[in-house]
């Protein structure tokens, strides 16, 4: 997986892909975008990570974190589920 820049430096990343990641279909996906019901933070590194990013998309209790390289590969994936306090 990649993840691509808009002009505007946006991430881009394919819906279906994230969709997968959260166990619902695309359609489902981008409902919940619209809604709002999807939150994500883009953290760009600096120093010794410059050229990395490393972003957090949450739905519900489910947080994916994804971090890619300097040419926008990605390296680490993981799937978060908080649990409930």
Not at 50 to 76: C, H, P, S
Request: net charge positive; proline share 2%.
């Amino acid at each position: 997986m990649r993840i691509d820049r808009t002009m505007n430096g946006d991430l881009l990343l394919d819906a279906v892909e994230v969709s997968a990641r959260f166990g619902v279909s695309p359609e489902t996906f981008r409902r919940y975008l619209k809604l709002g019901f999807v939150k994500s933070k883009v953290e760009v590194g600096i120093g010794d990570d410059e050229g990395k990013i490393r972003a957090t998309i949450t739905l519900g209790n489910r947080r994916w974190i994804v971090v890619t390289d300097q040419d926008r590969r990605v390296t680490y994936a993981e799937m978060l589920y908080p649990s409930r306090r």
